[in-house]
């Protein structure tokens, strides 16, 4: 089990094109979670996913940024238009949906971010 | 609204010494609450979790409902307890349990 797999783990972007970020939860998890992590602070929430549903976005701008998590494939974090206040590390996390474990996240490595 | 607060950003300690993290939350239900870690160079990882009520690497943590609190405790600091240390609350309705973070506290254990 390769656990929470995360990509790209950096990507560098220009202000004003996309960024796209990739998380695989582990395998037999079905809900997904995306936290923000900027330089200094604590981990902040953004979206949580069941597979074709956004159970919560409330951590999310309303702007710009949007989440996936589709029937096949990983669970995709976009975010357009970027700016510099952008730059930071995105953490992925998963966890099952029931079960003693269906409140313990698995966490990727992340993805860094860096606008220029 | 489900919130859960670290007061401190560094807590600095002589090795040896005891160690306490603080951790406040709010929430209307009953929570589960957790403690994870990130040591330096990996990934986040849960430390313990109160309904588990055991110690791991000699951490303790309590949920005082009274005073809405999880602190984390260790009566020994060693060295390789320095990391990120992150309080959190799980809570929610209708089978969905959102997982709240706190700021974390950076806990620094001096030689």
Known sequence: NAGVMQNPRHLVRRRGQEARLRCSPMKGHSHVYWYRQLPEEGLKFMVYLQKENIIDESGMPKERF????PKEGPSILRIQQVVRGDSAAYFCASSPS???GAN???FGAGSRLTVL | AQRVTQPEKLLSVFKGAPVELKCN???SGSPELFWYVQYSRQRLQLLLRHISRESIKGFTA???KGETSFHLKKPFAQEEDSAMYYCALSGGSGGYQKVTF?????????P
């Not at chain 1, 949007?66 to 998590?69: G, K, Q, Y």
Request: glycine letters at 12%; aromatic letters at 12%; hydrophobic letters at 30%.
């Open chain 2, 102 to 110: 706190g700021t974390g506290t950076k806990l620094q254990v001096i």
């Open chain 2, 25 to 27: 939350y709010s929430y």
């Open chain 1, 98 to 100: 029931r079960g003693p």
């Open chain 2, 62 to 64: 309590d949920l005082n």
């Open chain 1, 104 to 106: 313990v996240l698995t």
């Open chain 1, 66 to 69: 949007s989440a996936e998590f």
